[in-house]
């Protein structure tokens, strides 16, 4: 971090560096090995292929009685300590997304993701095939914790664009899989959506409401990236990213049903 903290300084005007250096969190990178389904033990960290499921636990599906495809599954024992997290130290948290027509502008926007915290992976069984629009190769998790920062797109000069691209792409290579930390984004920083969104700001239209946002933006953590992956074969539109978000409060007492998704592409 102090080398990160000494390179921004170094490169970058000063109001540039501070405003980045400000925004520093600490990350989980996810990497990513393939690896057939089979292969993978029960309750295992991992991305795609079927869900591991307590034998009284459904599926979760849309309002339109859809089955939401499965993205990933995070064993949290097997997590680096990050001190503050708020992340639960046991347990599988599980991860579902309708990658066909989820939508999160609205506040009434629910029922096209769902997250999942089995706090006891004793008993889990692997979910037998469900006819889905989406199955993700299976890839086994690796973690890695890490600086996240915000990206100086504002007021700066190409050679400052140029140090911060190499320095970001060195630090935090793609495909950008994560726990926590600042998330990536393409139109707007995603804590700041995920709040306007239940706050009804696109439809509202009032300048108004985005400054609330980005006040309450603040109660709002990040809770993992998926992002567009070409090894995987995941591809979000137009190489954009999904991401899950929760309240500090609710991360605080291992509430996962208030989980808001995001959706950003190119």
């Not at 889990?124 to 915000?150: K, M, T």
């Not at 707007?188 to 439809?203: F, I, M």
């Not at 006040?215 to 137009?238: K, N």
Request: glycine share 6%; with cysteine.
């Amino acid at each position: 971090m102090d080398e990160l903290t000494a390179a921004l300084n170094a490169n970058l005007r000063p109001e540039i560096a501070e405003r980045i250096i400000a925004s520093i969190q600490p990350t989980i990178r996810i990497g990513l090995t393939p690896l057939p389904d089979d292969q993978i033990p029960i309750g295992s960290s991992k991305f795609g292929g079927l869900p591991d499921l307590a034998p009284d636990t459904d599926w979760p599906w849309n309002d339109a009685g859809k089955t939401l495809p499965f993205l990933a599954q995070i064993n949290c024992a097997e997590l680096p300590i990050v001190a503050g997290s708020g992340l639960p130290n046991h347990g599988l948290l599980s991860f579902f997304y309708n990658d066909e027509e989820a939508a999160s502008l609205y506040p009434g926007d629910t029922g096209d993701w769902a997250v999942l915290w089995q706090s006891d992976v004793d008993g889990l069984r692997r979910h037998e095939p469900v006819e889905v629009s989406l199955l993700l190769d299976s890839a086994v998790c690796s973690f890695e914790v890490g600086p996240s920062f915000i990206p100086p797109w504002e007021n700066i000069t190409d050679a400052e664009e140029r140090f911060f691209e190499t320095t970001k792409g060195d630090l935090d290579p793609m495909p950008r899989h994560r726990l926590l930390g600042v998330g990536e984004y393409i139109q707007h920083p995603v804590l700041y959506e995920v709040a306007g969104s239940l706050l009804d700001c696109y439809r509202k239209k009032d300048p108004t409401c985005w400054d609330q946002a980005r006040q309450d933006a603040s109660d709002w953590r990040m809770l993992l990236q998926v992002d567009s992956d070409d090894d995987l074969d995941i591809m979000w539109g137009d190489s954009g990213i999904v991401s899950f978000a929760i309240r500090a409060d609710d991360l605080a007492r291992q509430d996962f049903s208030r989980v808001r998704a995001n959706y950003q592409c190119h």
